[in-house]
C-alpha cells in the first residue's frame, strides 16, 4: 500500500495593505482584487511561491496578475490593487493519519452527513 502524504495551509492574519510592496517574501502570501475596464480579476499565492519560484516582490505582483487572467501590465492596475498579505500554518498528515482522525471522530461525520440535504450528498 502506498501512503501519501497530505499538506494543508491553514491562512491566517489577514491584514489589508495600501502599499503593494508591504509584505515580506517567504513570510506573507498575498491575495489582490482589481477592476479593469469593467472586469473583476483576484488571485492568491501561498507564502513560499515566491521563494521557491525564485520571484523578487515586484516579479511575484506581475505572476499574480497572470494568474487571475489579466494580461495588462501592473502599472496600468498599481494603484487599484485592493492587496492583502497573509501568512500560513502548514500541517502534514499521511493517509494513517486521517484514518486515526476519523475512527476518533466518527460521531462528529454522523452529525455532519445527517444535516446535509439531498443535494449537498449527491455534491459531496
Keep these: 500500500m502506498c501512503i501519501r502524504d497530505s499538506t494543508v495551509s491553514l491562512l491566517q492574519h489577514f ?16 491575495q489582490i482584487s482589481f477592476k479593469h475596464k469593467g472586469e473583476h480579476y483576484s488571485g492568491t499565492f501561498l507564502p513560499e511561491v515566491a521563494s521557491e519560484q525564485k520571484w523578487n516582490q515586484t516579479e511575484t505582483l506581475k505572476q499574480l496578475l497572470r494568474k487571475a487572467g489579466f494580461n495588462g501590465k501592473l502599472e496600468a492596475v498599481k494603484d487599484s490593487l485592493e492587496i ?36 449537498e450528498e449527491e455534491d459531496f
Design 15 to 30: 491584514e489589508k495593505i495600501k502599499d503593494p510592496l508591504g509584505w515580506e517574501i517567504g513570510k506573507h502570501g498575498i
Design 84 to 119: 492583502e498579505r497573509y501568512q500560513s500554518i502548514k500541517c502534514k498528515a499521511n493517509y494513517l493519519d486521517y484514518l486515526d482522525f476519523v475512527t476518533k471522530n466518527k460521531t462528529y461525520f454522523k452529525l455532519s452527513e445527517k444535516t446535509m440535504s439531498a443535494s
